[in-house]
């Protein structure tokens, strides 16, 4: 009788899978949550929906904003596969640069999510940093074990509060990564020195057109629908109005969440107050219609006051403000007003005027201008200087 076939001995010491780790998202809990337009679908406009949450998935990453100072706070989902519970009872460990580093100590039983804090807080530097992390976990492996994502590293949270008045309010992806550039290259974060080093990009203010720059930006007062001054930093060698280069400088500072109080104020002189002499000043968002306004009629002709920037003579005919001229100078311009970033931090407030210097009082201010005059229009915008009512002697006065 034929023996019967005998089964295969079972194997109760087979090893078991391997355990491994999958990270399914990562969520930034310390992100100050004001990004939007990620997708770069609305240039400088303060449009565009919110960069996406959590802002790490095996699908794609998206960048975020986070004070200098602080802790980055993260949340992680993860799920976990084979091996035995008591394979998984390492911490999670991830390392990244500039000494950023999370743990924990365990892994979160289920389906659980993860907060984690960096070790370290951030170095309090304005900068773009690629946030390139290594995961690890004791006892098993880690898929993927490297995620990235961009952070911009800001001075403080950006302020907001009056994007329904300022074009150039309003947190975009393309904003922050400009002003980011502009002011982390500065290595500095003295609120003074910052505006200082934003000013000295536009040594000259302009009052003629450009063709290098878009007609859809209105070079030079930058007075659009497409961001404001905002595109400026696009053309910064064809500058600008001095009162667009100011708006593109508190903008930058208002991105960044540079602490300190800043306001668009201009000046000017008046032929009917002081000789023209005593500087008179307003905040132009207050009262959008300041500046010098003064118009009179002398033997049947209209003259208009202006604040002159060259040097003019009485009776002589100039070709519209700052034609090219033969000679290759610019034609004296004419000016309603000086518009200046009044900014206050640390107890010292200082007047930026936009392309023409740096003061601690608005008097000295009227010196940007050669003088204030009367004139009359005359063909091709042109205009005859019919009177110099007072000279002031352009640069004086700055520090």
Same mark, same amino acid.
């Given at each position: ?28 809990? &310390? ?65 990244? !640069? ?17 907060? $984690?804090?960096?070790?370290? !807080? ?6 773009? $940093? ?55 290259? /500065?290595?500095?974060?003295?609120? *003074? ?5 934003? $000013? ?27 961001? %404001? ?26 991105? /960044? ?26 905040? $132009? ?33 100039? !070709?519209?403000? *700052?034609?090219?001229?033969?000679? %290759? ?15 206050? *931090? %640390? ?18 201010? /009227? ?8 004139? &009359? ?23």
């Amino acid at each position: 009788m034929a023996e019967p076939a005998r089964e295969s001995p079972r194997r109760d010491d087979a090893p078991a899978e391997a355990p491994s780790v999958a990270l399914q998202s990562i969520e930034f809990r &310390s992100d100050h949550g004001l990004l939007k337009d990620c997708k770069g679908e609305h240039g400088w406009r303060n449009e565009g929906s919110p960069c996406p949450q959590p802002e790490w998935t095996p699908k794609g990453a998206a960048p975020i904003s986070v004070s200098m100072g602080k802790r980055l706070v993260i949340r992680l989902k993860l799920a976990s596969r084979g091996g035995s519970p008591a394979a998984l009872t390492g911490a999670i460990r991830g390392v990244g !640069p500039a000494g950023i580093t999370f743990e924990s100590r365990s892994l979160a039983r289920g389906a659980a999510p993860l907060e $984690l804090s960096s070790a370290r !807080p951030l170095r309090r530097r304005i900068r773009k $940093l690629k946030l390139a992390v290594a995961w690890a976990v004791g006892g098993a492996r880690v898929s993927p074990a490297k995620t990235s994502n961009v952070v911009y590293v800001t001075m403080g949270q950006p302020q907001t509060d009056k994007q329904e008045v300022w074009q150039e309010d309003g947190v975009t992806l393309k904003r922050m990564d400009r002003a980011v550039a502009w002011i982390g290259a /500065l290595r500095t974060l003295d609120p *003074h020195a910052i505006v200082g080093a934003l $000013l000295a990009r536009f040594p000259n203010y302009t009052l003629q057109p450009s063709p290098k720059v878009p007609r859809q930006f209105r070079h030079p007062t930058y007075l659009n629908d497409e961001g %404001g001054a905002w595109a400026m930093s696009d053309y910064p060698e064809e500058s600008g109005e001095c009162q667009a280069i100011v708006r593109l400088i508190r903008g930058m500072l208002r991105q /960044l969440g540079i602490p300190g109080r800043a306001r668009v104020i201009v000046v000017w002189g008046d032929p009917n107050v002081g000789g023209g002499r005593e500087a008179q000043s307003a905040d $132009l968002e207050e009262q959008p219609w300041a500046g010098l306004d003064v118009t009179k009629v002398e033997n049947g002709r209209t003259w208009r006051a202006a604040l002159v920037d060259g040097p003019v003579e009485e009776g002589k005919t100039y !070709p519209a403000s *700052h034609t090219r001229l033969s000679d %290759g100078t610019l034609s004296p311009g004419l000016n309603r007003y000086e518009a200046c970033l009044e900014f206050s *931090h %640390g107890g010292v407030t200082r007047y930026y005027a936009g392309g023409a210097g740096v003061f601690d009082d608005v008097k000295p201010i /009227l010196g940007v201008f050669w003088g204030l005059i009367w004139f &009359s229009a005359t063909e091709n915008e042109g205009y005859r200087v019919e009177k110099i009512v007072a000279r002031y002697g352009a640069g004086g006065g700055g520090r």
